[in-house]
């Protein structure tokens, strides 16, 4: 099979999973708009212990949070930042799906970080024992680098494995799970298993998505779990 029919073959998987993902996201939105109604006036009353000019500014972004847990690690970062001094280091580390960058965002004084967070809600952050700030942002996507040169393929003890470059460089990014050999021979299509053998390059979140939808469907936990209830 040539690299064309295997995407296509990838592609009308991925179309099924989406349109059964939709479904799924909409209840969680519900869920989400009823969690924060209950949980807003104790998000203003923990606003009311910090600087008034800094509660102002974060008050959207705490409004942003979607969990409890999340909403407590804010309010720690806030107060660190309130007990340290108003200069800060301030770097941001962005975290994609596959790689990672790290950008330098200068000295800034507490209100300029505040004003991050509102203009950023998404952003994570911390401050360390020398006062530096560190925000993650967490990006569901391939970072330039593997976009540019990312590769899926299978390793020698049979997991589903992300290259940094050509597998036979064995520049491992990630590992995800570990394939049923057999299952996938008897049901993939001829030449499917080649073609991950040799590795299939990574171009986009797309691509991506695709080829990890298709192979978990041959994940060894998965695939004896489809015997059992054969049986």
Same mark, same amino acid.
Request: aromatic share 8%.
């Given at each position: 099979m040539n690299s064309s029919r295997l *995407? *296509? !073959?990838?592609?009308?998987?991925?179309?099924?999973?989406?349109?059964?993902?939709?479904?799924?996201?909409?209840?969680?939105?519900?869920?989400? &708009?009823?969690?924060?109604?209950? !949980?807003?006036?104790? *998000?203003?009353? /923990?606003? &009311? /212990?910090?600087?008034?000019?800094?509660?102002?500014?974060?008050l959207r972004?705490?409004? /942003?949070?979607? /969990?409890?847990?999340?909403? &407590?690690?804010?309010?720690?970062?806030? *107060?660190?930042?309130?007990?340290?001094?108003?200069? !800060?280091?301030?770097?941001?580390?962005?975290?994609?799906?596959c790689g990672q960058e790290k950008q330098n965002l200068g000295n800034l004084n507490s209100n300029q970080i505040g004003a991050l967070l509102e203009n950023h809600p998404t952003w994570k952050a911390d401050v360390d024992d020398h006062g530096e700030v560190v925000f993650i942002e967490s990006i569901s996507d391939l970072s330039p680098m593997c976009k540019q040169k990312a590769y899926i393929s299978m390793d020698i003890e049979g997991n589903l494995t992300m290259y940094e470059d050509s597998p036979k460089k064995e520049k491992v990014l990630k590992t995800f799970f570990q394939l049923d050999i057999n299952s996938m021979e008897s049901s993939l299509p001829e030449g499917v298993l080649e073609q991950l053998q040799s590795g299939i390059r990574i171009k986009d979140i797309d691509e991506y998505n695709s080829v990890i939808s298709t192979f978990s469907d041959y994940a060894r936990e998965h695939s004896e779990n489809v015997m059992k209830r054969t049986k």
């Open positions: *995407k *296509k !073959h990838i592609k009308r998987h991925w179309k099924q999973l989406k349109r059964k993902i939709g479904a799924v996201a909409t209840c969680a939105v519900v869920i989400g &708009l009823v969690w924060w109604g209950t !949980h807003l006036p104790n *998000k203003v009353e /923990s606003l &009311l /212990s910090l600087k008034p000019q800094l509660a102002v500014e974060t972004y705490l409004q /942003s949070t979607s /969990s409890e847990e999340e909403y &407590l690690e804010d309010i720690d970062f806030l *107060k660190k930042l309130r007990s340290s001094n108003d200069i !800060h280091q301030v770097t941001l580390l962005k975290k994609y799906i």
